[in-house]
């Protein structure tokens, strides 16, 4: 019997192949949605399957339900199968080479018959590629440039992907027995935007070692192991991604969680001031320094937590996220109380797409989803119409949109429902750093995020020129992804974002914190420079489906990071405060 994870990544995968195969868009959307639906839902697919009455879940049609029922019961997908005939699955990775569309890689492979990077980048080398029409000289060289950086970041994986990774592994172990601790440590525990390795620590009696490296290492997410000893073992999990699992004593736990959570930074600190104070500080625990300042390992000091080891330092505890050697060492030898913001204290979801532009879901669908999350309002941000690309809304769809939205909250308030639909946009930003409407339409938002998305390439002095337009212009509500980078695969616009802060602030114009895995930007390491400032972020999941809403899970983590407390999270505000501040502005 299939599992419910198991027909969405199928479903899944058509969609890939879908995209490549240049299929009509509104069957490819369809096989998404079937994806993300199965994804999300909470009963058994198989009970559906068993009744054959797939097509009661919404998103599920007719002609895709036909597909799962046959999954089911041959355990292949024909349409799957069909895909794969005309797509290899080797090029999906070729999607990810910027200047490479998919009927560019689709010629190539059918013209050289080769599926894999490395062969494309030989075709480029030798000159080979440059023989078909369109891919000489300039594009030749975008190519490999985008080849040789996807190989130089292969090293490291995005924080969503690490957490997908790393939990299910992690609750693998939890409850085994001799397990007295457990926990995440590296730079997962420390909230990094990117991840290289996953680290977990156990700490754990002797005799229970061989079994839980035994558990580990034939996880059924691992392909290779990389390495076992008597304390540490490595593999290699089907994602290509390198875990690390080290067991240590029960005693040693908290010294040795503070020591592999790292970062290396934030450790040196705190082995100096262990020596300012007559003692040493190492992976397993404090000792006293004898007379030539070396550990004197008959002298191990009591500990009962990391919090323990804090305090003996003169230190309240850190939390883990903070730990960068970035000013924690000041604040958190005053402070015992530094209140960071929450998942919970989040109250509403500003940025969101619609069908109206490249949005897979309506606006409702994007409400309800809300809804069911428990929040109190939704900020609708559609593109604006220079995003030709991304559906981008023209004056009259504006006006539609709104109709929509005030009929939307006029039903909310008729079925007594608390919940508000705001209406905003994401404009562009210009070549020159002015917004994508006139003056009078702008001024019938309740709120504008402004973006940059073309031209991010620009010089920085141009670049710079066109923040500052778009920072003072008054209808401008808060700037979007400032940089533009996409994580591992694009890096972000020349700007410098110390200035743009400052001037944010003096225009009492937001930045948010995008989110999205891929962007988290704005990043966490301008925390400090935003909090002298008092810059006030969203954040925003820039959600283009009903699951991208979660992702605000993991711009409060790059929030934390960045020393955010709640009051300077626009979205922590109620809805009425939220409002409020729009009709003010
Ligand atoms: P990553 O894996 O590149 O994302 O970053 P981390 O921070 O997880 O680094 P990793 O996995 O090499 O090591 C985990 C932690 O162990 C690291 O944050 C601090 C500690 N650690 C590892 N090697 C050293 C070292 O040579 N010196 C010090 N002070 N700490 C180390
Ligand atoms: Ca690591
Ligand atoms: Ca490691
Ligand atoms: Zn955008």
Known sequence: ?????????????????????????????????????????SDDINS??????????????????????????????PVLEAFKEKVPVGLLKWLEISGLGPKNI????????ITEISELKELIENGELAKLSGLGGKSAEKIKKSIEWMEKFDERCRLDEAIAIAEPIFDSLKDLDGVEDIEIAGSLRRSKETIGDIDILIGAKEEFISDLFDVFTTHERVTEILGRGDTKSSVRT?????????IVKPENFAAALMYFTGSKEHNVVMRSRARQRGLSLNEYGLFKLNSDGETDWDTPQPFESESDIYKQLGLNWVPPELREDRGEFDI??????????????????IHAHSTWSDGKFS??????????????????????????????????EIKQQWEEIDQLNEEFKK???????????ESDILADGSLDYEDDILAGFDFVIASVHQ??????????????????????????????????KRNGSDIDLNELIELAVEHNTMIEINASPWRLDLDWSFGNKARETGLVTSINPDAHSTDGIDDIRYGVMIARKGKYSKDRVFNAKSAEEVKAYFNGK
Not at 21 to 26: K, Q, S, T, V, W
Request: aromatic letters at 8%; glycine letters at 8%; hydrophobic letters at 35%.
């Open 363 to 396: 606006i409702k669908e994007m409400a309800e989803a809300c809804i069911e999350r428990g929040y109190e309002y939704l900020g609708i941000t559609d593109h604006s119409k220079t995003a030709a690309y991304a559906g981008g809304l023209t004056v009259d």
């Open 1 to 41: 019997m299939p599992t419910n994870q198991d027909v969405a990544e199928k479903l899944n995968l058509v969609f890939q192949l879908m995209q490549l195969a240049g299929e009509n868009r509104f069957k490819v959307i369809a096989f998404d949605k079937a994806s993300q639906t199965v994804k999300g839902m």
């Open 332 to 349: 958190f030898e005053e402070t015992e109380e530094f209140p960071l913001i929450e998942e919970s204290d989040i109250k509403g979801v």
């Open 455 to 488: 031209s991010l390439d620009m010089p920085r002095d141009k670049m710079m020129e066109r923040f500052r337009n778009a920072i003072k212009n008054p209808y401008t509500t808060m700037l979007g992804h400032p940089t533009g980078r996409l994580l591992l």
């Open 106 to 113: 689709l010629k190539i492979h059918k013209e050289f018959g």
């Open 415 to 425: 079925a007594g429902t608390n919940f508000t639909i705001f209406k905003g946009i």
């Open 238 to 246: 089907k994602e290509g991604r390198q875990v690390d699992l080290r």
């Open 48 to 77: 559906y399957i068993e009744n054959k009455n797939l097509t009661d879940i919404k998103g599920i049609g007719k002609s895709i339900a036909e597909d799962i029922y046959a999954y089911a019961e041959t355990g292949e997908m």
